[in-house]
């Protein structure tokens, strides 16, 4: 099966920025969709980032567009998210999720794998 492990999440004030990574254990990385969610204290689990399918165009929710970008290395295995001008409500731990499908799910019940999630903490 897919092992997911996140990492990079941490501490920050308002306007700065984090990069978070997440490691793929698999053998069928290439035909993945991969995705980043996030849950803050008290709220339902939420889309942040995905690509529309294995290699496809990214998708961003609103609240994000313009300042977090989802890329992925095939050749490590790795998927990342590079969150700018943060803010508080961006505070919460963000997971990575994966599934082998050619059209990635918009919702985290869609979902087949996930990783133990990092936390973000953005301070005003």
């Known amino acids: 099966q897919v092992k997911l492990v996140e990492s990079g999440g941490d501490s920050v004030q308002a306007g700065g920025s984090l990069r978070l990574s997440c490691v793929a254990s698999t053998y069928v990385y290439f035909g993945l969709c991969m995705a980043w969610f996030r849950q803050a204290p008290g709220k339902e689990r939420e889309g942040v980032a995905r690509?529309?399918?294995?290699?496809?165009?990214?998708y961003y929710s609103g609240s994000v567009q313009g300042r977090f970008t989802i890329s992925r290395d095939n050749a490590k295995k790795t998927l990342y998210l590079q969150m700018n001008s943060l803010k508080p409500e961006d505070s919460g731990m963000y997971y990575c999720a994966a599934q082998p499908s050619v059209s990635c799910p918009p919702t985290p019940s869609g979902w087949l794998y996930w990783g133990q999630g990092t936390q973000v903490t953005v301070s005003p």
């Open positions: 690509f529309s399918g294995p290699g496809g165009s990214p």
